[in-house]
């Protein structure tokens, strides 16, 4: 789904050179969570906004569904971001006039569908992630782990096919954060794509691959995990 | 955690069998620790010996045991001791990376990689099983954060290695240091 070919990302020039990402290789495939783990500084967040074709390489080919992004013209790039990528980030970026259910529609308004059918699919997101009450509220009406879950809403509602996460438990407590996991493990499961960067070992544990980030280049990353017999036949919690 | 207090603390629900204390034990524990009917039976034998338990006296699987109040005050004390909070006598990762830091050409933050990754790879093992168990299993879900927990500070132990050595290049590549210096002891790690 996604396919990152030797991205480099540079900013600045000469003495003021900044090398964010060295020929960086990445393929998440439908259904799979992937995370980016890295120390701050290890370009994750620029990793981010390249998947999310926020910004453009410096070096590299990014594939999202087999297209390549250079190739496509501004509103079609504007359009992919529309139908097919959701954001989610620690700061929710909830929009504050807007209830719900509205800041979950909204994308879907933006790209021409029509304010029935987009409330519609904003409360089937909502009702998804366990808020089917509530969803007149404001921004400021709801608390953090329901202001997460209205964004995961908003990130996956209609078509999407690419969930990208900026440390999306950060602002929420051990509990939240992991109710936060699961929707995002589960919307993965449902064939999406995910990819969350972080600094949070407990965080990415939940990814099924975890890709290990150092100065803007994948070092390492984790084996194909086994099952879950394997760990108690081992009696490692005894 | 000693197989003695977890009996009392089961008998403190009522009296039971020995072969329901056992069944309870495992499921109490999330089943992450088996537990043999002749270690429970060793164990009530010494818990009647020493007054904390009662049984009624009839015989083999029959026989029904009762917490006294002695077992009662008993758990209750150890409910509330603190268990003991010391460093482990060797961390043998700490010790590594210490010698890592001195032995020529080795690359410690590729070593470190080496041991963030074998930490990740096991959380995402408990963080999986966690994630696909159902949410009332309060029990394993306690048991699971535990070590989930415990691992973790291992690896923000490793990350916070990584920046420190990070700061100061020539000790991350394993060359030589000076004469080690006359520094205050810590702990009581022999």
């Known amino acids: 789904m996604l396919e990152m070919r030797q991205v480099s990302k540079v900013y600045g020039s000469g003495a003021a050179e900044v090398h964010a990402l060295r020929e960086v290789d990445l393929s998440v495939r439908a259904g799979e969570l992937v995370a980016v783990m890295g120390p701050s500084g290890s370009g994750k967040s620029t990793l981010l906004t390249i998947a999310g074709t926020l910004e453009e390489p410096t070096g590299g080919e990014v594939l999202i569904g087999d297209r390549d992004v250079a190739r496509l013209s501004r509103n079609d790039r504007a359009r992919l971001r529309r139908r097919s990528i959701g954001y989610v980030f620690q700061e929710f970026n909830l929009i504050p006039g807007l209830s719900a259910v509205e800041n979950v529609a909204l994308p879907l308004e933006l790209d021409g569908v029509r304010v029935r059918p987009a409330r519609s699919a904003a409360l089937a997101a909502l009702a998804r992630l366990g808020l089917a009450d509530g969803v007149d509220r404001y921004p400021d009406e709801l608390s953090g782990g329901e202001s997460q879950r209205v964004a995961i809403a908003r990130a996956v509602v209609g078509e999407r096919h690419l969930l990208l996460a900026d440390e999306p438990t950060g602002a929420l407590d051990s509990v939240n954060g992991e109710a936060v996991m699961r929707l995002l493990r589960s919307a993965c499961r449902d064939g999406v794509a995910g990819v969350v960067v972080t600094h949070d070992a407990q965080l990415a544990s939940w990814a099924d691959r975890v890709v290990f980030l150092r100065d803007g280049r994948v070092v390492d990353q984790t084996a194909p995990r086994p099952g879950p017999e394997s760990l108690l036949a081992r009696g490692a919690m005894s | ?190």
């Open chain 2, 1 to 190: 955690m000693s197989v003695r207090h977890a009996l009392l603390a089961l008998l403190s629900e009522g009296p039971k069998y020995g072969l329901q204390l056992r069944q309870e034990f495992e499921s109490r524990t999330g089943e992450v620790w088996p537990l043999n009917v002749g270690q429970v039976y060793t164990t009530l034998q010494r818990l009647e010996r020493d007054g904390l338990v009662e049984s009624d006296g009839s015989d083999g699987p029959q026989n029904v045991f009762s917490i006294t109040p002695a077992g009662s005050k008993e758990l209750a004390t150890w409910l509330r001791t603190p268990p003991e909070v010391v460093p482990p006598p060797r961390d043998e990762l700490v010790i590594k990376v210490l010698v890592a830091t001195r032995v020529p050409g080795v690359d410690v933050p590729e070593l470190l990689q080496v041991h963030r990754r074998h930490l990740v790879e096991a959380m995402q093992e408990y963080t999986h099983l966690k994630g696909d168990m159902p949410a009332d299993d309060v029990e394993l879900g306690l048991v699971v954060d535990s070590e989930l927990f415990r691992l973790e500070a291992i690896v923000r132990w490793i990350d916070a290695a990584d920046a420190r050595l990070k700061r100061i290049p020539s000790r991350a590549g394993g060359a030589p240091t000076p004469a080690p210096r006359r520094r205050p002891r810590l702990g009581v790690r022999r």
